[in-house]
């Protein structure tokens, strides 16, 4: 499965909401949809999993959506220490993919 | 709290083998899956592959017949080895849990130790 992400780079000012969004190219059941996200050397870290939970201590300002072959990271108040790329992973279809990435700048 | 550690070799020459080895702390390999998963510089992530702690395995299509993931319980660790490396192989290589308790992710995540392929 192909996950296409949009934008490629995304700009917002400190508090304006932000939308990412990730295509597949075939329906992902929301249990297998996933959204990390990267800081330069830093480890990846886990913020969605089942497409809208939030993983443990992830501010509630990050939240997920979506379903069928469309998902959506919703960033309300972005903060400038949110600066980072954002990846989204399936995990329906092997071999497992991840999405090309979202650069967050704030 | 589960952490895990990459380690290995931050060269390795065209031909060669690449082995790297995960090792987790603060938590029992059993029970779960471990994968691989690299980023080449300047691109995005690519997965590699997951061992079950039982030895069952999954790789990436685009790297099967190169890529060979071990576990060892005992030691609490599982090795990641890519044979006939070339410079498309440089990249920093995470280690991570696959949890597929209820909903699937990758959980917990190593450092990452970066790999150049080089002569």
């Known amino acids: 499965i192909v996950l296409t992400q949009s934008p490629g780079t995304l700009s917002l000012s400190p508090g304006e909401r932000g939308t990412l969004s990730c295509r597949a190219s075939e329906s992902v059941r929301t249990t297998y949809l996933a959204w990390y996200q990267l800081k330069p050397g830093q480890a990846p870290r886990l913020l969605i999993y089942g497409a809208s939970k939030r993983a443990t201590g992830i501010p509630d300002r990050f939240s997920g959506s979506g379903s069928g072959t469309d998902f959506t990271l919703t960033i309300s108040s972005p903060e400038p220490e949110d600066l980072a790329v954002y990846y989204c992973q399936q995990f329906g279809s092997s071999p497992i993919t991840f999405g090309q990435g979202t650069r967050l700048e704030i | 709290q589960v952490q895990l550690q990459e380690s290995g070799p931050g060269l390795a020459k065209p031909s060669e083998t690449l082995s790297l080895t995960c090792t987790v702390s603060g938590g029992s390999i059993s029970g779960y899956y471990w994968s691989w998963i690299r980023q080449p510089p300047g691109k995005g992530l690519e997965y590699i592959g997951y061992?079950?702690?039982?030895?069952?395995?999954d790789y990436n299509p685009s790297l099967e017949g190169r890529v060979t993931i071990s576990v060892d319980t005992s030691k609490n660790q599982f090795s990641l080895t890519l044979s006939s490396v070339t410079a498309a192989d440089t990249a920093v290589y995470y280690c991570?849990?696959?949890?597929?308790?209820?909903?699937?992710?990758?959980?917990?995540w190593g450092q990452g130790v970066l790999v150049t392929v080089s002569s």
């Open positions: 991570a849990r696959l949890n597929d308790y209820g909903d699937y992710r990758l959980d917990y």
């Open positions: 061992i079950y702690y039982s030895g069952i395995t």
